[in-house]
């Protein structure tokens, strides 16, 4: 069993900045794919930003420039910087992996952009 909990979502203003952490614990030995998703009212789940455990990276369109992805293998934390927020950005954001055929979601952390 792999145990996801988020944390650093908040209230901020348009343009400004957050940093969500995400700690994997549990039963693991090697977490590879790590990821950062996100929900708004009334919308499908969406994919925000993924890393690989050697660092490769991707995007949505839509955070591109703005977003940045990161991890700590050493602390099996993944991390997610975001810059210039926008209240389009306004949702639950989760974090993901998939580990021995699983895949292990967060509760998430709610995120609120005030124009």
């Known amino acids: 069993q792999v145990q996801l909990v988020e944390s650093g979502g908040g209230l901020v203003q348009a343009g400004g900045s957050l940093r969500l952490s995400c700690k994997a614990s549990?039963?693991?030995?090697?977490?590879?794919?790590m990821g950062w998703y996100r929900q708004a009212p009334g919308k499908q789940r969406e994919l925000v930003a993924t890393?690989?455990?050697?660092?490769?990276?991707t995007y949505a369109d839509s955070v591109k420039g703005r977003f940045t992805i990161s991890r700590d293998n050493a602390k099996d934390t993944v991390y997610l910087q975001m810059n210039n927020l926008k209240p389009e950005d306004t949702a639950v954001h989760y974090c993901?992996?998939?580990?021995?055929?699983?895949?292990?979601w967060g509760k998430g952390t709610l995120v609120t952009v005030s124009s």
């Open positions: 993901n992996t998939y580990y021995r055929g699983k895949d292990y």
């Open positions: 549990g039963n693991i030995f090697t977490i590879n794919d």
């Open positions: 890393i690989t455990r050697v660092g490769t990276t």
